[in-house]
């Protein structure tokens, strides 16, 4: 089955073509590893995830090249205040991040290249582009590139060209958005700062220019997909294009794909509002991050996500209704699976990842597939840990268990009933069922399970 995708470059869905038949080169912009990561970081790595799984559940290789930002202006501010070195700082971090990559269930990259790997690769880019006429140095060591010498600035975002300034720099590697100027290939050293040997003296890379050289080195002049945040549009992926293509003479991505940002509490997350949230945080509140994916999973990863407290605490409940569904169906189910209406489902289910990553739709299917009540169990259970090879919840890999608090609520409530006392029996449920949690009477005893409200299939 065809894949379409949404192109920020060409403002719309087009069917994806490789470069090579059965291969997809992908390059996703990775960290800046000065601190832990936040939710936005989350959603991100998350929605590239689905985007690979997507492709490798379609047939195809996948190779996944993911950057690690280890020099940058806010490495610098963060090493200096802490007295340490910038690789320090580095080394402390990738931990991090990477166990938040485990904990989301997120396919390792086939590479995490570091910026201070590469300064040689680095280096023969900014020469290359100075060569050419793209950029120039001054007197202090610093090389930048002239926006106004690409033609086709500004075709990723569509800011207009015309509002370079002459002479207009920009010297730190973050900056407003508002206005074209010519950026930093390469920063002249400044006391406090890492450096290397240049032909233009001691020195640093621009942010910009790492992505450029590092796509190129491991995945070609041309590549597949680029993916980002959408914060990253411009000037970042604006700049890697003008780089990349007046270096190498040739078109730099064929496919840009840009996810929605997250807001928390209908604000921008930032530490100034004191909404802004690590993802390490998640856990510390109790909530396994399997039940933050899956509230990734019902928003359209092009839209805009507002996180609450209050609708993470509905995720852990849906994920983990599943978990004790395919639990029951392995266990219990004995019906002979209908292989006809499994591959209805299945197709109903490709067709929405397929339409531009449509996972909020195949999760409609997915819940379709939990409340058929003529499909057998068997055929429900093959389903549904297919569709997890996507969805990547881990379904059927962990067993719920029931909170020890729970427990004695449980025995304590059957005592009760066994001496007739329904009443304080009747009190004790509630108060399980207020802890999530709801106790069904069986023939033999009783049974305690994790209290889910439905979900919606419309």
Same mark, same amino acid.
Request: charged residues 30%; hydrophobic residues 35%.
């Given at each position: 089955?065809?894949?379409?995708?949404?192109?920020?470059?060409?403002?719309?869905?087009? +069917?994806?073509?490789?470069?090579?038949?059965?291969?997809?080169?992908?390059?996703?912009?990775?960290?800046?590893?000065? &601190?832990?990561?936040?939710?936005?970081?989350?959603?991100?790595?998350?929605?590239?995830?689905?985007?690979?799984?997507?492709?490798?559940?379609?047939?195809?290789?996948?190779?996944?090249? !993911?950057?690690?930002?280890?020099?940058?202006?806010?490495?610098?501010?963060?090493?200096?205040?802490?007295?340490?070195?910038?690789?320090?700082?580095?080394?402390?971090?990738?931990?991090?991040?990477?166990?938040?990559?485990?904990?989301?269930?997120?396919?390792?990259?086939?590479?995490?290249?570091?910026?201070?790997?590469?300064?040689?690769?680095?280096?023969?880019?900014?020469?290359?582009?100075? @060569?050419? &006429?793209?950029?120039?140095?001054?007197?202090?060591?610093?090389?930048?590139?002239?926006?106004?010498?690409?033609?086709? /600035?500004?075709?990723?975002?569509?800011?207009?060209?015309? +509002?370079?300034?002459?002479?207009?720099?920009?010297?730190?590697?973050?900056?407003?958005?508002?206005?074209?100027?010519?950026?930093?290939?390469?920063?002249?050293?400044?006391?406090?700062?890492? /450096?290397?040997?240049?032909?233009?003296?001691?020195?640093?890379?621009?942010?910009?220019?790492?992505?450029?050289?590092?796509?190129?080195?491991?995945?070609?002049?041309?590549?597949?997909?680029?993916?980002?945040?959408?914060?990253?549009?411009?000037?970042?992926?604006?700049?890697?294009?003008?780089?990349? +293509?007046?270096?190498?003479?040739?078109?730099?991505?064929?496919?840009?794909?840009?996810?929605?940002?997250?807001?928390?509490?209908?604000?921008?997350?930032?530490?100034?509002?004191?909404? /802004?949230? +690590?993802?390490?945080?998640?856990?510390?509140?109790?909530?396994?991050?399997?039940?933050?994916? /899956? !509230?990734?999973?019902?928003?359209?990863?092009?839209?805009?996500?507002?996180?609450?407290?209050?609708?993470?605490?509905?995720?852990?409940?849906?994920?983990?209704?599943?978990?004790?569904?395919?639990?029951?169906?392995?266990?219990?189910?004995?019906?002979?699976?209908? !292989?006809?209406?499994?591959?209805?489902?299945?197709?109903?289910?490709?067709?929405?990842?397929?339409? @531009?990553?449509?996972?909020?739709?195949?999760?409609?299917?997915?819940?379709?597939?939990?409340? @058929?009540?003529?499909?057998?169990?068997?055929?429900?259970?093959? !389903?549904?840990? @297919?569709?997890?090879?996507?969805?990547?919840?881990?379904?059927?890999?962990?067993?719920?268990?029931?909170?020890?608090?729970?427990?004695?609520?449980?025995?304590?409530?059957?005592?009760?009933?066994?001496? &007739?006392?329904?009443?304080?029996?009747?009190?004790?449920?509630?108060?399980?069922?207020?802890?999530?949690?709801?106790?069904?009477?069986?023939?033999?005893?009783?049974?305690?399970?994790?209290?889910?409200?439905?979900?919606?299939?419309?």
């Amino acid at each position: 089955m065809d894949i379409y995708l949404y192109n920020t470059l060409t403002r719309k869905i087009e +069917e994806f073509k490789p470069i090579k038949p059965g291969f997809m080169g992908m390059y996703t912009c990775g960290p800046t590893v000065y &601190g832990p990561g936040h939710l936005g970081h989350a959603r991100s790595y998350v929605n590239f995830d689905l985007l690979k799984r997507m492709f490798l559940y379609n047939g195809y290789k996948v190779k996944h090249i !993911l950057n690690i930002t280890d020099v940058h202006d806010d490495m610098i501010k963060g090493a200096n205040k802490e007295e340490i070195t910038v690789q320090e700082l580095a080394d402390r971090y990738i931990p991090f991040f990477k166990k938040d990559l485990t904990d989301l269930n997120i396919i390792p990259a086939d590479a995490y290249p570091r910026v201070t790997e590469h300064i040689p690769e680095i280096i023969n880019m900014v020469k290359t582009l100075v @060569d050419k &006429g793209y950029g120039y140095a001054e007197k202090n060591g610093s090389v930048y590139y002239d926006v106004s010498r690409f033609k086709n /600035y500004g075709k990723l975002s569509g800011i207009k060209r015309s +509002e370079v300034k002459t002479g207009t720099r920009v010297k730190t590697d973050k900056y407003e958005r508002a206005g074209v100027a010519d950026f930093a290939l390469w920063k002249g050293w400044k006391k406090g700062e890492p /450096y290397w040997q240049s032909p233009w003296g001691k020195g640093r890379p621009g942010w910009h220019i790492e992505c450029s050289v590092m796509a190129n080195k491991y995945l070609g002049k041309t590549i597949d997909l680029h993916a980002g945040a959408m914060d990253l549009k411009f000037p970042h992926h604006e700049n890697e294009i003008a780089q990349s +293509e007046a270096a190498n003479g040739r078109k730099f991505v064929n496919y840009w794909f840009h996810t929605g940002l997250l807001d928390v509490e209908g604000q921008k997350m930032s530490k100034s509002l004191g909404n /802004y949230i +690590e993802i390490c945080e998640v856990k510390e509140k109790g909530f396994d991050p399997m039940a933050l994916r /899956y !509230l990734f999973l019902t928003a359209h990863y092009r839209s805009k996500l507002n996180f609450t407290w209050e609708s993470l605490k509905s995720a852990p409940r849906a994920w983990q209704k599943l978990q004790l569904l395919v639990n029951d169906w392995r266990e219990f189910g004995n019906k002979k699976r209908d !292989l006809r209406k499994e591959r209805t489902y299945q197709k109903d289910f490709l067709k929405a990842i397929n339409n @531009d990553l449509g996972v909020p739709q195949a999760l409609v299917v997915l819940w379709q597939v939990v409340k @058929d009540q003529q499909l057998a169990e068997k055929s429900k259970l093959a !389903l549904v840990l @297919d569709f997890d090879q996507i969805l990547g919840l881990k379904l059927g890999q962990k067993k719920i268990e029931i909170p020890k608090k729970i427990t004695i609520l449980a025995k304590k409530r059957e005592r009760l009933r066994e001496k &007739g006392d329904f009443k304080q029996a009747d009190e004790i449920r509630r108060q399980i069922e207020k802890l999530g949690f709801i106790v069904k009477d069986e023939i033999r005893g009783y049974k305690v399970e994790l209290l889910v409200v439905d979900e919606k299939t419309d």
